[in-house]
Each structure stands twice: as C-alpha cells, then as structure tokens.
C-alpha cells in the first residue's frame, strides 16, 4: 500500500481565498482523522470520522472549517474563507481500529498551508 | 494548563550520546502511552508504545511511564546522527480513538 495520501503538499493562497486540502486514507482502514501542526500549538485533532461517519469536530478552530468523507477512501478538508492564522501543516492520518496494539495512526506527508 | 507538556528543545547532543525525552501530563485518564518520531517535512511515525508504568525497551529506545507522576520519558542509547527528528509523545485515554500530542522535542544528533 503506498500509505496515506494528501494533495498538495504545499499551499500559497491569498487571505479570503477558499481552500481544499484531499486525502486517501489506507484501504481497509476504518478511522480518518485531521490534525494541524503549528510551532506554538504543536499538533491538534480537528476532527476525525469513523467509517466515513463524523464522530467528533470538536477540535475544528469556527465555522469557516468543514470536512467530509464521501466514501472510505477519499476526504477533504475545506477552509472558507481562509485567513494568515490558518497557516499550517495540515496532516491526515488513518487508523485500522483503536485500541492498544492497533491504535496506530498512520500520518501522509502533510499539506503546507500559506496564507498571505 | 495543557494536558501535556513537552519541552521544544532543541537539544543537541553529541553522536553516542545517551538522550532523555520527557512528558509530564496531568489528565489520570490516560492509559496508553506512545511515542512518534517525525523527521524534517514528513508525517510522524510510530516508534514505541506502552500501557503500562514500567519500562518498555525496543533496540537503543526505552519508554519509561511512571503513572503516579504523571511523566512519561524516551531514552535513546549510542545516540545516531539519524535520530536527529523531532520526537512527540503521544496518550489515548480509555476510548483510543483521540490521541493528543505534546508539542514536540527536536533532537539534533552531531557526528
């Protein structure tokens, strides 16, 4: 399996611009989640689905954030409109099931968002 | 106060060296303790894991957990120039699905 995959790697966009970031998860795994990565606030759970499903979005900064996964093996992340603050590595993780010898998430390369 | 605390370093240390990461926590419900490594520009990887306070040791790594400390620590032995990342602990409480990160220690190995 070629492990979890995000587009694009790297992001530049202008402040109010709508922003798309996408993930394909390991097949066969049952968890998706979305973290952002920042200097300050190191990594942090946005939101994350279970078999497709949302289970919890507490983590998703405002209104502004949305995420949906239409089927098991694709997910967006989708900022509107987008602000500086929002500048930072976006990961996507996937997880077979929790659990204390399955609970591993695996994380893609992240997408790096650069709002000007 | 954050759940987790983890100093940012950096820290640096000569190659060989034996290297200490360390986690202090303060929510008792976390059971299961883990540690991800991340190298420059990639996604972090799962190097260790443990549910128990004791030691774990994998290879040159030990994860020590004192669950009555709340404190949580990687030891990294003959310390190489490619364990230069950032390591990250990482604790699931009961449900395992959330897993809440410190914020990272950046571990810079000189040859």
């Known amino acids: 399996d070629a492990g979890v995959i995000q587009s694009p790697r790297h992001e530049v966009t202008e402040m109010g611009q709508e922003v798309t970031l996408r993930c394909k998860p390991i097949s066969g795994h049952d968890y998706l989640f979305w973290y952002r990565q920042t200097m300050m606030r190191g990594l942090e759970l946005l939101i994350y689905f279970n078999n497709n499903v949302p289970i919890d979005d507490s983590g998703m900064p405002e209104d502004r954030f949305s995420a949906k996964m239409p089927n098991a093996s694709f997910s967006t992340l989708k900022i509107q409109p987008s602000e500086p603050r929002d500048s930072a590595v976006y990961f996507c993780a996937s997880m077979t099931q929790p659990g204390v010898n399955t609970g591993e998430l695996f994380f893609g390369e992240g997408s790096r968002l650069t709002v000007l | 106060q954050k759940e987790v605390e983890q100093d940012p370093g950096p820290l640096s240390v000569p190659e060989g060296a034996i290297v200490s990461l360390n986690c202090t926590y303060s929510?008792?419900?976390?059971?299961?303790f883990m540690w991800y490594r991340q190298y420059s520009r990639k996604g972090p990887e799962l190097l260790m894991y443990?549910?128990?306070?004791g030691n774990k040791e994998d290879g040159r790594f030990t994860a020590q957990v004192d669950k009555s400390s709340k404190y949580i620590s990687l030891f990294i032995r003959d310390s190489q120039p490619s364990d230069s990342a950032t390591y990250l602990c990482a604790l699931v409480s009961g449900g395992y699905q959330k897993v809440t990160f410190g914020t990272g220690t950046k571990l810079q190995v000189i040859p």
């Open positions: 443990t549910y128990s306070s």
């Open positions: 929510n008792s419900a976390f059971q299961y």
